[in-house]
């Protein structure tokens, strides 16, 4: 537990941050897995509008800072590989 008055302020930030992060990481990873599973249905326009609002929510927890920008960035470009695999097999 923390004893000085900055300690118990730096638990209260962290507990915040960690809220804040939690929230952004949780749509972030709903929208991909809602988006592997719809490539994996093979349904193009399905997986294409899946893909769009993964990568937006990818986007927004980097810009948030609760995802690296560069993490964000893998994870989009292996959904995006996965769509055109997707694409260009129907």
Same mark, same amino acid.
């Given at each position: 537990?923390?004893?000085?008055?900055?300690?118990?302020?730096? *638990? %209260?930030q962290n507990r915040k941050r960690w809220l804040r992060? %939690? #929230?952004? $990481?949780?749509? *972030? !990873?709903?929208?991909?897995? +809602?988006?592997? !599973?719809? #490539?994996?249905?093979?349904?193009? =326009?399905?997986?294409?509008?899946?893909?769009? #609002?993964? *990568? +937006?929510?990818?986007?927004?927890? *980097?810009?948030?800072?609760?995802?690296? +920008?560069?993490?964000?960035? %893998?994870? +989009?470009? %292996? $959904?995006?590989?996965? #769509?055109?695999? $997707? =694409?260009?097999?129907?």
């Amino acid at each position: 537990m923390p004893n000085t008055k900055s300690a118990k302020k730096q *638990a %209260r930030q962290n507990r915040k941050r960690w809220l804040r992060n %939690r #929230l952004h $990481l949780g749509r *972030a !990873r709903s929208a991909v897995k +809602k988006a592997r !599973r719809a #490539l994996a249905s093979g349904d193009v =326009e399905e997986a294409r509008e899946a893909v769009r #609002l993964a *990568a +937006k929510w990818l986007d927004h927890a *980097a810009s948030k800072g609760s995802l690296h +920008k560069r993490n964000a960035a %893998r994870r +989009k470009a %292996r $959904l995006m590989q996965q #769509l055109a695999a $997707l =694409e260009k097999q129907s």
